[in-house]
């Protein structure tokens, strides 16, 4: 019966840890990539003053993921992300009658490049990436659109980090 047990205990243990086998705990950066510089983020839509607050969110993501260290300058920068707010839109998503919106979804779209200072190529190149957040109108939609922001440039930030530190 001990034999038994021992045999199907290691079974399981065997089972269980086989789906693991080629995952990785960590990041998939190249190990010579230690720092990032983000430069404002460029702004070609026609709603104003997105690029600050988009970038703060970004540096802010990649200080709490800390893969990367975060640098004020090019210069000493192993990595660079530049990224261009391409698309701002307000999408109604519900409403109280068929001509009175009481819900929208934000969307900020970029395009980004990711790339290597060291060799000056880039590990990724034009990719686009959005962020977005719904919310209810309450107060007024230009007051409400502005609360909505944060949550859109933290969604923005995450997956803009999630692709710098996983995309290999």
């Known amino acids: 019966m001990k034999h038994f047990a021992l045999c199907a205990l290691t079974a399981i243990i065997i089972i269980s840890t086989a789906g693991c086998a080629g995952y990785k705990v960590g990041t998939l950066l190249p190990e010579q990539i230690k720092t990032i510089y983000v430069p404002t983020l460029k702004n070609s839509t026609m709603e104003p003053n997105l690029e600050v607050r988009a970038t703060n969110a970004v540096i802010n993501r990649l ?13 000493g920068a192993d990595s660079m992300l530049e990224a261009t707010i391409v698309g701002y839109r307000r999408k109604p998503v519900r409403y109280a009658n068929v001509s009175d919106p009481t819900e929208y979804r934000l969307t900020v779209t970029v395009r980004a490049t990711f790339k290597d200072l060291q060799t000056g190529e880039d590990f990724w190149k034009d990719i686009s990436i959005s962020g977005d957040n719904e919310f209810i109108v309450r107060g007024g939609l230009p007051s409400s659109e502005r609360g909505a922001l944060p949550a859109v440039f933290d ?6 980090v999630r692709e710098i ?3 290999w």
């Open 63 to 75: 200080n709490r993921d800390g893969t990367l260290r975060v640098l004020s300058e090019k210069e």
């Open 155 to 160: 969604d923005l930030a995450r997956k803009i």
């Open 165 to 167: 530190v996983e995309h």
